[in-house]
């Protein structure tokens, strides 16, 4: 398959969030950010529900969902690789535009990869509560910018 056929245009990444876009996004970073890893990305039917339901109250696009999940690779990439066999959960968080999205880390029942990366729901906060990087459940905040 080719990557242009299911990448995100400029236009879609300014756009209300859409069930459509996070499929096109979710293939975006398993061909692309992924590579050399051995953790694959899913977005389950919930996630995808939450993030179109979420995204219409509280504005935000697609593009933040892209820059928060592409920057937890980049950045924590290599570490969430090292978690073969262990499930983990944790938060990544943009402080900018105040957005959570908590997410767990487990063995992939798919077995297309040795693990999987699930997100689980967006959560607008707000900037001073994401700076401050604890929240009530006491999962370990990983900040993308």
């Known amino acids: ?61 697609i593009r933040d969902i892209q820059m928060i999940l592409k920057g937890a690779i980049d950045i924590y990439g290599s570490t969430m690789n090292t978690l073969e066999g262990r499930k983990f959960a944790g938060h990544f968080v943009d402080a900018v535009n105040g957005l959570d999205i908590p997410f767990v880390i487990q063995p992939d029942t798919t077995k297309l990869f040795n693990m999987a990366l699930l997100p689980k729901t967006v959560i607008f906060r707000g900037s001073e509560r994401v700076k401050k990087g604890k929240f009530s459940d006491g999962q370990p905040v990983f900040k993308v910018r």
């Open 1 to 61: 398959m080719s990557f242009k056929r299911f990448m995100l245009t400029e236009a879609m990444l300014n756009e209300a969030v859409s069930a459509g876009q996070l499929k096109r996004l979710e293939k975006e970073l398993r061909a692309v950010d992924l590579k050399g890893y051995e953790l694959g990305i899913t977005f389950t039917r919930h996630f995808i529900e939450r993030v179109v339901e979420r995204s219409k109250q509280d504005n935000f696009t």
